[in-house]
């Protein structure tokens, strides 16, 4: 069974038509939340940034929330194969003892411990990921406004409530309650602002720690990070929220083939714009926007041939509860099945055959 589904916009189809997919045709990787969805990712992260991107010399922008902006940091590293070999036995391994009588992880302990992750990965490091000569790195994070401005315990679930029926009615009206808020290493956004109110602040050595733990920060699993330095204050959140999958306005260069293509390894053929959106079916379509896009996403019928039947995600936490080593192994496997996904991609793009692409 073929593990890998390859879909492509209409443009990005012509363009493999007529030049195939080369690694100076990549202009954008972008990088969707999901939490340990993002564990089947891995073995294509470290082929696509390891020997095959090293054969091209052009900028590439890389975009990502929430897990997604963990790792595109980590392929900023000057070794990107062991950082994403290392992310993914950090994230396999994490782990939340509960004391005493205590009966869930608080969110504060989460983001304690999450800090302290990020501090001992990126720590004396952060210079390589600013300052790569090629990837220029976008960390999304969703900023709070008006009830959602400063985290509280009864403001936030108010907040959210309102978000969420903003959102329904109207994917822009989310921006009454959060905005996209860019922390960028270099140059300008490789994506169109005008759908959803956004900000872009540079990404510094003073703020990449808060910015990374920001978009990672899932409302009420951890605590919101507040007052970002060198951005507006007030609450910052998962990226997810406001760009769940990342579906953007990318702006890729129209007259040549080098850095046309936008090329994302995602865990699903559908790009949903946000959060909120994942139970509004309406919003899963392709739109125009997707139209350089290439989609790398696994085969739902190899996907049944995972462990439960599964990809990893956030409900293991609670099924496997203080089991560690039995989630462990579950994630281990999903992880290790995943190398097919990798090897796949290394033949097609060797020969890379339109007719094996699907649409979006």
């Not at 902006?69 to 070999?85: G, I, N």
């Not at 990965?121 to 952060?126: A, L, M, N």
């Not at 496997?320 to 579950?330: E, P, T, W």
Request: proline letters at 9%.
């Amino acid at each position: 069974m073929q593990a890998l589904h390859i879909h492509a916009g209409p443009k990005a189809l012509a363009h493999i038509r007529e030049h195939g997919l080369k690694p100076e045709h990549i202009g954008i990787i972008p990088a969707a939340a999901g939490g340990p969805k993002g564990l089947i990712l891995g073995p294509l992260d470290r082929v696509i940034f390891g020997p095959w991107l090293a054969q091209s010399r052009q900028p590439v922008h890389l975009v990502g929330a929430s897990i997604g902006a963990w790792r595109m940091a980590s392929a900023c590293l000057h070794d990107p194969v062991a950082a994403f070999e290392r992310l993914e036995h950090d994230y396999i391994h994490q782990h939340y003892e509960l004391a005493p009588g205590q009966k869930r992880v608080t969110a504060e302990q989460v983001s304690r411990e999450f800090g302290r992750n990020l501090q001992a990965f990126y720590g004396g490091r952060i210079a390589e990921v600013l300052q790569h000569p090629r990837y220029r790195l976008h960390v999304v994070t969703s900023h709070g406004r008006h009830l959602l401005r400063r985290e509280h315990p009864l403001a936030t679930p108010l907040g959210y409530a309102g978000a969420y029926l903003s959102n329904a009615l109207a994917r822009p009206a989310l921006g009454a309650w959060l905005e996209r808020v860019v922390f960028s290493s270099q140059g300008p956004l490789p994506f169109a602002t005008r759908d959803f109110r956004t900000r872009q602040h540079p990404l510094t050595e003073t703020n990449f720690m808060p910015a990374v733990q920001a978009s990672c920060s899932i409302p009420f699993a951890l605590q919101a990070v507040h007052d970002i330095p060198g951005a507006a204050p007030g609450a910052y959140w998962d990226g997810g929220i406001t760009d769940y999958h990342l579906h953007l306005d990318w702006q890729t260069p129209g007259d040549r083939a080098e850095g046309r293509i936008v090329l994302y390894p995602h865990f699903q053929r559908q790009v949903v714009p946000g959060w909120l959106d994942k139970a509004l079916q309406w919003r899963h379509r392709p739109s125009p926007c997707l139209d350089h896009t290439v989609v790398l996403a696994p085969n739902p019928q190899w996907t049944h041939t995972l462990p439960n039947a599964k990809l990893p995600c956030r409900k293991d936490f609670m099924t496997y509860g203080q089991d560690l080593a039995a989630r462990v192994k579950v994630w281990n496997a999903a992880a290790s099945a995943a190398r097919q996904l990798a090897d796949e991609f290394a033949d097609w793009v060797s020969n890379p055959v339109s007719e094996r692409i699907l649409p979006l």
